[in-house]
Nanobody, 121 residues
Framework: QVQLVESGGGLVQAGGSLRLSCAAS????????MGWYRQAPGKQREWVAV???????NYADSVKGRFTISRDNATNTVYLQMNSLLPEDTAVYYC???????????????WGQGTQVTVSS
């Protein structure tokens, strides 16, 4: 019902910036919260940032002041602007969207395919 396509990952030097995008498509009746998670090699997936339908945001302590989450409701896209990147930011980043893709199923979580972010020293 709902498909998420991520883009924007890549290799960047420490101190650099990247902007991740996640576009939702398909049968979408509504979208509530949208967020980003990441998983580094050998570690558990961790929450990074979330944004509500009204635009309220929250961030993990590790990225506060450096990352900014935003959304464009007209295009059903969530972004993650990452500045002052550090080697410890290296991970696969996943977008997450809670959306209604079908009236019969109601609200369900949807995940992007993941995009690799690598930060070199």
């Amino acid at each position: 019902q709902v498909q998420l396509v991520e883009s924007g990952g890549g290799l960047v030097q420490a101190g650099g910036s990247l902007r991740l995008s996640c576009a939702a498509s398909g049968s979408i009746f509504s979208i509530n919260v949208m967020g980003w998670y990441r998983q580094a090699p050998g570690k558990q997936r961790e929450w990074v940032a979330v944004i509500s339908s009204g635009g309220s945001t929250n961030y993990a302590d590790s990225v506060k002041g450096r990352f900014t989450i935003s959304r464009d409701n007209a295009t059903n896209t969530v972004y993650l602007q990452m500045n002052s990147l550090l080697p410890e930011d290296t991970a696969v980043y996943y977008c997450n969207v809670n959306a209604v893709g079908s009236i019969s199923t109601g609200v369900l979580p949807y995940w992007g395919q993941g995009t690799q972010v690598t930060v070199s020293s």
